[in-house]
Each structure stands twice: as structure tokens, then as C-alpha cells.
């Protein structure tokens, strides 16, 4: 199902019905399957077909010709999705997919009015914008595009952040996991906080996560496809994190480790202490040095010290 289902409903049904009564506006209706779902990221499987499961498509047009033929358009479409078999379409997924213009499938999943039909994004609307939104914004696959204007706008988000919005998220993710982390879990642990610990951990976790997904310069998906995601890049990507066994094994080790509390007993905070005797330092430490190493690569850094707050300033001053 999902994608090669999509496209063979498209060749199949869609396309002929559109050459056929709407041969005048072929060239200007651009089709493919992308955006909410996760038959757009390639992850559905049995267990999705719990809920917004079925074939469909979506048909992209401008504004002016949504005023000329969206309703018609629409209701041709629907039919056809009525009578494909074993469809049983909720009204959620129905407004994820079928007839919808370029500005409004962009500016739902992103949160904002873009000015799409011109592909036009202000830094300040790029630092608005949700990772995990832009992953969907540009997930899928375009059939047909004569117009070209949908995939002007995709390719713009595909080309990634600007380089003053790219800077700051690093930073900002890079202060994010240093305190939960490196500063955080151990005053938490000190105090046998493990509640707040436990925060700090998936804190952490992500903000590691984020970190990878900057450096390789893609967006991440939604929250529960992230690592799923993350292990496909690290697969095919020759980063320094290969020299530890790749950066998925060490996210995994970091989501899996508890913690030691009786690493801690007996132990006062100090900023200047770090406590490798309890396995979830070292896993953090070690992560670090691989965001470091990532960076060096990148040029945002010559250093190589693992505590990550210090390239906060580093980075941002050079924007």
C-alpha cells in the first residue's frame, strides 16, 4: 500500500479522468502524494491501518484556478475514491488528501501563511517554522508537476534552513542537551531526584537526536518516525559517529540506559566533577564528542572539548 498504491491509483484513474474533463487544465494541476500520514514517509504497515488508512492522492492547483474548477474538480475526484475498492475513508484523512491549493497545503502544515505560489520564506518565517512540519511538508512524491509551482516551494524547504536559522537551532539544541545532560541529571542524581533525572534523560535524548538531523542537514519526522529515521541516514552516512559504531547504536544505548543510583551515593554535586562511574555520563560524553566531531566537519568549530555549552556563544557570534 501507501506510495506505489497512490501512484498506480493516479495512472490508473486519476490521470485519465483529469485528461478527459479537464483536459484544459492538465498541464496546471500538479499531483503526487505527500504531507500528514505515514504512507508519505514510506513507514505504514499493518498496524497503521487502525485509523485515516486508504488510496488516495493529492491534487495541488493554484488559488485562481480553485475559484475555476475546484468543486467540479473535487467532486470528480471523490467519485473516484467512492468507487476504489476496499477504501473506507475517514473524514480526516479525506482532508489530507484530494483537491487543495498550493498556498493552503503548505501554510496547514506549516503552521503559518506562506507565500507559497511565489516561493518566498523570511528568515523570520523560517525561525518559526517546527522541524517535525517541514519533514511533512516535503515528504512523498510528486507525480506530475508541469507547472512547476509546488515543487519551486518544495525545493526552497528541500534546500534547508538559511544559514543564520540553521545556526541558531544548533545552537539552541546544543544548549538543550548540555543542561539536561551534562549539567542537569547529574545535580538531579546528586540530590536522588530520579523523577526529574528521568526528565533530563528524555530531554537529552531528543535534543541529541535534533542535533544529528541539523548536522546532516535534513528535517526530522514527526516524534515517533524520528529514530526510525535517524537510523536510515546514519546507514548510509559517513559521519564520525561510525567510529563509535554509528550514532544510532549510542541513541539506542542512551534510551535504554536507566541510570546507576548507587553511583551517586555518597556523592556532592560539583560542576567541575564528572561521574563516569555511572553509565548514562558516559554514554552522554560520548555522544557530545560526536556532535563535536560533526561540527569540526562542518566548520562551526576548531575545539574539541565535549561540553557543548561552551560552542553555544561560539556559533551564534558568527551569524
Same mark, same amino acid.
Given at each position: %500500500? !501507501?506510495? /506505489? *498504491? *497512490?501512484?498506480?491509483?493516479?495512472?490508473?484513474?486519476?490521470?485519465?479522468?483529469?485528461?478527459?474533463?479537464?483536459?484544459?487544465?492538465?498541464?496546471?494541476?500538479?499531483?503526487?502524494?505527500?504531507?500528514?500520514?505515514?504512507?508519505?514517509?514510506?513507514?505504514?504497515?499493518?498496524?497503521?491501518?487502525?485509523?485515516?488508512? !486508504?488510496?488516495?492522492?493529492?491534487?495541488?492547483?493554484?488559488?485562481?484556478? %480553485?475559484?475555476?474548477? !475546484?468543486?467540479?474538480?473535487?467532486?470528480?475526484?471523490?467519485?473516484?475514491?467512492?468507487?476504489?475498492?476496499?477504501?473506507?475513508?475517514?473524514?480526516?484523512?479525506?482532508?489530507?488528501?484530494?483537491?487543495?491549493?498550493?498556498? *493552503?497545503?503548505?501554510?496547514?502544515?506549516?503552521?503559518?501563511?506562506?507565500?507559497?505560489?511565489?516561493?518566498?520564506?523570511?528568515?523570520?518565517?523560517?525561525?518559526?517554522?517546527?522541524?517535525?512540519?517541514?519533514?511533512?511538508?516535503?515528504?512523498?512524491?510528486?507525480?506530475?508537476?508541469?507547472? /512547476?509551482?509546488?515543487?519551486?516551494?518544495?525545493?526552497?524547504?528541500?534546500?534547508?534552513?538559511?544559514?543564520?536559522?540553521?545556526?541558531?537551532?544548533?545552537?539552541?539544541?546544543?544548549?538543550?542537551?548540555?543542561?539536561?545532560?551534562?549539567?542537569?541529571?547529574?545535580?538531579?542524581?546528586?540530590?536522588?531526584?530520579?523523577?526529574?533525572?528521568?526528565?533530563?534523560?528524555?530531554?537529552?535524548?531528543?535534543?541529541? %537526536?535534533?542535533?544529528?538531523?541539523? %548536522?546532516?542537514?535534513?528535517?526530522?519526522?514527526?516524534?515517533?518516525?524520528?529514530?526510525?529515521?535517524?537510523?536510515?541516514?546514519?546507514?548510509?552516512?559517513?559521519?564520525?559517529?561510525?567510529?563509535?559504531? /554509528?550514532?544510532?547504536?549510542?541513541?539506542?544505548?542512551?534510551?535504554?540506559?536507566? /541510570?546507576?543510583?548507587?553511583?551517586?551515593?555518597?556523592?556532592?554535586? *560539583?560542576?567541575?566533577?564528572?561521574?563516569?562511574?555511572?553509565?548514562?555520563?558516559?554514554?552522554?560524553?560520548?555522544?557530545?564528542?560526536?556532535?563535536?566531531?560533526?561540527?569540526?566537519?562542518? !566548520?562551526?568549530?576548531?575545539?574539541?572539548?565535549?561540553?557543548?555549552?561552551?560552542?553555544?556563544?561560539?556559533?551564534?557570534?558568527?551569524?
Amino acid at each position: %500500500m !501507501g506510495i /506505489g *498504491s *497512490s501512484r498506480r491509483f493516479y495512472e490508473n484513474e486519476v490521470a485519465p479522468m483529469i485528461r478527459e474533463k479537464f483536459a484544459a487544465f492538465e498541464s496546471r494541476i500538479a499531483v503526487g502524494i505527500a504531507g500528514e500520514g505515514s504512507d508519505c514517509f514510506g513507514y505504514d504497515d499493518f498496524i497503521s491501518r487502525d485509523h485515516d488508512f !486508504g488510496t488516495g492522492v493529492c491534487l495541488w492547483i493554484t488559488d485562481e484556478d %480553485m475559484d475555476r474548477i !475546484g468543486q467540479k474538480l473535487s467532486r470528480e475526484y471523490e467519485y473516484l475514491v467512492d468507487q476504489h475498492p476496499g477504501n473506507k475513508l475517514t473524514e480526516r484523512l479525506r482532508a489530507r488528501r484530494g483537491v487543495m491549493t498550493i498556498r *493552503s497545503y503548505y501554510s496547514k502544515i506549516l503552521g503559518t501563511e506562506l507565500d507559497a505560489e511565489n516561493a518566498v520564506i523570511t528568515d523570520e518565517d523560517w525561525r518559526k517554522l517546527d522541524h517535525a512540519c517541514l519533514a511533512t511538508a516535503v515528504n512523498g512524491t510528486v507525480f506530475r508537476d508541469d507547472l /512547476g509551482m509546488f515543487s519551486a516551494f518544495r525545493k526552497l524547504l528541500l534546500d534547508y534552513y538559511p544559514d543564520n536559522v540553521w545556526r541558531i537551532r544548533i545552537a539552541n539544541e546544543l544548549h538543550k542537551y548540555s543542561a539536561a545532560l551534562q549539567v542537569n541529571y547529574a545535580r538531579c542524581m546528586a540530590r536522588g531526584d530520579i523523577v526529574a533525572a528521568r526528565l533530563c534523560h528524555g530531554q537529552g535524548l531528543e535534543a541529541a %537526536m535534533q542535533l544529528f538531523f541539523l %548536522m546532516v542537514r535534513e528535517y526530522p519526522p514527526y516524534y515517533k518516525w524520528t529514530y526510525r529515521r535517524l537510523a536510515e541516514i546514519d546507514a548510509r552516512t559517513n559521519s564520525p559517529a561510525k567510529r563509535y559504531g /554509528g550514532f544510532t547504536a549510542l541513541i539506542k544505548q542512551l534510551a535504554e540506559e536507566p /541510570g546507576d543510583k548507587s553511583a551517586w551515593k555518597g556523592i556532592k554535586y *560539583s560542576p567541575n566533577y564528572i561521574n563516569l562511574s555511572d553509565p548514562m555520563i558516559v554514554i552522554t560524553e560520548r555522544i557530545a564528542g560526536c556532535i563535536v566531531e560533526m561540527m569540526n566537519e562542518h !566548520g562551526l568549530t576548531d575545539r574539541t572539548n565535549p561540553y557543548l555549552e561552551t560552542y553555544v556563544d561560539e556559533i551564534l557570534d558568527k551569524i
